[in-house]
């Protein structure tokens, strides 16, 4: 409210901010440099990135299982840094935002996955998820 009284619009009208998640340059600067991404992921746990290109050349190699458990860890490490980043399970995860790609990635690879493995609801919810989250990271992992 104004100091007049009147009301005022504060906030984002269109829904909640997008959820920008914090970089973490060693990893990330690690996979730039093109240290194994097991290595990477072995050394930082946490860093989605590192689950989605291991689930990635699952896929490039047609083992659709490895892949399907790769993406799911990367999925759910991010999911966990949403969440402390203030996601409350909805609205923009930008893809324009690098630090967001390896769980966007991640979910785009765990999407494909469960559609070679047959989990066509998983498939489902995860596509669009990922569609929700931001158009162009469906665009970008070819899920469009």
């Known amino acids: 409210m104004r100091h007049d009284g009147r009301m005022t619009l504060q906030g984002n009208l269109l829904g909640p901010e997008p959820t920008l998640l914090p970089d973490n340059d060693e990893p990330r600067d690690a996979l730039d440099a093109g240290r194994p991404p097991a290595d990477v992921a072995r050394a930082h746990p946490e860093f989605s990135a590192a689950w989605a290109a291991l689930a990635e050349a699952a896929l490039a190699a047609g083992d659709p299982v490895a892949a399907y458990a790769y993406a799911r860890t990367g999925y759910h490490r991010g999911l966990d840094q949403l969440r402390r980043a203030g996601w409350k399970g909805h609205g923009p995860v930008p893809w324009s935002h690098r630090p967001n790609q390896g769980f966007l990635r991640a979910l785009a690879a765990l999407a494909m996955a469960a559609g070679e493995i047959g989990e066509t609801a998983e498939y489902e919810r995860c596509r ?11 665009a970008a992992t070819g899920l469009a």
Do not use: E, G, V, W
Request: proline share 9%; no cysteine; net charge negative.
């Open 128 to 138: 669009q998820f990922l569609a929700d989250s931001d158009p162009a990271a469906a």
